[in-house]
């Protein structure tokens, strides 16, 4: 054997009648030639061969072999490809015993994709629940801000659009405003952590923008209501149609991905947007937008983690943010 082959570990199996060396993925340097797995110093000649597709078939293969005690070289050479030499002796039950891990194994893989690795939730979305805490807090302080920013079906089809976007930093009482920050905080840094600090948090306000629209073209003018479950319904949207890529990698687990992230999704929603009391409208109208919204960024899954794209969208939610804000305190400064 070759003084240059690397990583050999050889075991002594005090219980059997002879010597065996147990060889991991040791490779000859200078050599086409390949010899891993479970060598028998003295026995019967290995001759019979078993064809095997692949490195990773014939390791997976020798494992099942090596689990059997069934003595075995792994060889590979440009004439036969990957092969498992066996003693004609034991050629029969190798067989049978890949044949049977096969079958075991026939819809089971030992690796699967992982959709997105690295940061899944992105600590940055208590920016948006420190801004709701102030605008309650500033809401409590001055008994006129909430009528001037407060969704109006009336007063929003007398062109007062900036109500589609204060009303969601709007909130009727603090076990209101607790509900919203608890489950925006959840849900919103999940959406930050997978599509970008800045894009995640627009697409979420942007979806409550959306369902305070749906609510009022539902509505046909006369809605009245404030708060922030419209985007925090917007966010679950968005996190319920993120599996969507793993489409272009097909498996036999890729249906069962996908239907799980909507199906979760869905149910989430049932149980938190549908409650008695709540603006089902509005809540369904803001999950859609995010269903909608997270379609197209997913189309893009690399730009929109650029710094440079979540700086731009930064700003941008930051502008949608002031100048609705602005502009409703200025038409309604004789009431502030």
């Known amino acids: 054997m070759r003084p240059d082959f690397v990583r050999l570990f050889v075991r002594v199996n005090q219980f059997s009648p002879s010597w065996h060396w147990i060889c991991h993925g040791f490779e000859p340097r200078h050599s086409r030639h390949y010899f891993i797995g479970y060598v028998t110093v003295q026995q019967h000649p290995l001759d019979a061969l078993i064809p095997a597709r692949n490195r990773r ?13 069934i003595e075995h070289v792994i060889g590979h050479d ?31 893989r030992w690796r ?67 509900a919203n920050a608890v489950f925006g905080f959840l849900f919103l840094g999940l959406v930050m952590g997978r599509y ?29 209501g404030l708060g922030a479950s419209g985007v925090v319904m917007g966010a679950l949207g968005l996190l319920a149609i993120q599996s969507l890529p793993v489409i272009k990698r097909p498996n036999s687990n890729t249906f069962k991905l996908f239907a799980g992230g909507i199906l979760a999704g869905i149910l989430l929603f049932v149980f938190l947007g549908t409650s008695p009391g709540t603006d089902v409208v509005a809540h369904f109208g803001g999950f859609i937008t995010g269903v909608l919204l997270g ?34 305190v200025a038409r309604g400064s004789s009431s502030l």
């Open 78 to 108: 440009d004439a036969t490809g990957w092969t498992l030499a066996v003693s004609a002796a034991d050629h029969e039950k190798a067989l049978a015993q890949i044949h049977q891990y096969r079958l075991e194994n026939r819809h089971w």
């Open 196 to 224: 970008g600090p800045g894009v995640g948090l627009l697409a979420a306000y942007v979806a409550g923008v959306g369902g305070n629209a749906f609510a009022w073209l539902v509505y046909d003018g006369t809605q009245r």
């Open 57 to 69: 078939q014939a390791m997976d293969w020798s494992l099942v072999l090596a689990s059997q005690g």
């Open 112 to 178: 699967r994709p992982v959709f997105q690795p690295g940061l899944f939730f992105d600590w940055s979305s208590l920016v948006w629940v420190s801004l709701n805490i102030f605008f309650y807090g500033w809401s409590e302080a001055h008994p006129g801000f909430r009528p001037a920013g407060m969704m109006d079906g009336g007063a929003l089809t007398q062109g007062e659009w900036w109500r589609l976007f204060t009303a969601t930093w709007l909130h009727a009482d603090l076990a209101h405003l607790a």
């Open 295 to 328: 379609l197209l960024l997913t189309l893009a899954p690399r730009l929109v983690h650029r710094p440079r794209i979540n700086l731009a969208a930064g700003i941008i939610f930051a502008a949608l943010v002031i100048l609705p804000w602005w502009w409703a």
